[in-house]
């Protein structure tokens, strides 16, 4: 892993921006793979801001989307297919044909994962945007998946649900089910970025850097890869040995 410490959140997101806009310049027409959440938002307002002064473009890009809450509809502000129009796909020139965000229906989970995993075996990501959970999940790859793991619907873990509950409102109105690429389509991404911020993640980075690879905290398997970006502000690094 290539780990590039950044002064603040914005200098991170600035950091990975710029990362990205060289893919895009390189390959119009690439493949990548999008998250949400907190951690991504200040990547997405500097791709907007290249966007709008023609730096670059996503006429030709392809998106796809790690995760997805399970029976939720699209215009429920929690989902995740609302906030990623809300907070990148309105705001740039994108066809929506090339959005992919997976999405499971109540009675069809098994088919659903088999469509979003068939689509991501045909369409391999170039770059794969990561945040990390503070259980160390990425996706919603939860402790103790297998690393095997393809598309699925998971069991989101309490910590999870506690961690997202601020968006909620309540942790009885966090969903418990979602849809997650697993973490054996993660690991097929040419390039991944992770980024984290924020000391309630440092913790959690100091485990990824120093621990050993374990099934118990699902990102360890990303030092197996052989082209990992972990973009982190010193707030995140905080905890790291000297
Ligand atoms: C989001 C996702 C999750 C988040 C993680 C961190 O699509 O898959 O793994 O990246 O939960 O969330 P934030 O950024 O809100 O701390």
Redesign the pocket.
Known sequence: MNIIICENYQKASQKSAVIIKKLLKLKPNCKLG???????IGLYQELIRASDNNEISFKDVQTY???EYCNISIDNEQS?YYFMHKNLFHHIYINERNVHIPFARAGYEKEDCMTYNNLLNQNQVDLQV?????NG????NEPNTSFEQETFIVDLDLQ?RL??QRFFGSLEAVPTKAI?MGIKNIMNAKHIVLI?S?V??AKTIKRLVEGSISEEFPASILKIHPNVDLIIDADAASELDK
Do not use: C, R, V
């Open positions: 999008l998250a949400t959440g907190s951690t991504p989307n790690l995760d995740y990561l945040g990390i959970g503070t999940h990425i996706g919603f999870t961690d997202n997650t984290a924020g309630n993640k």
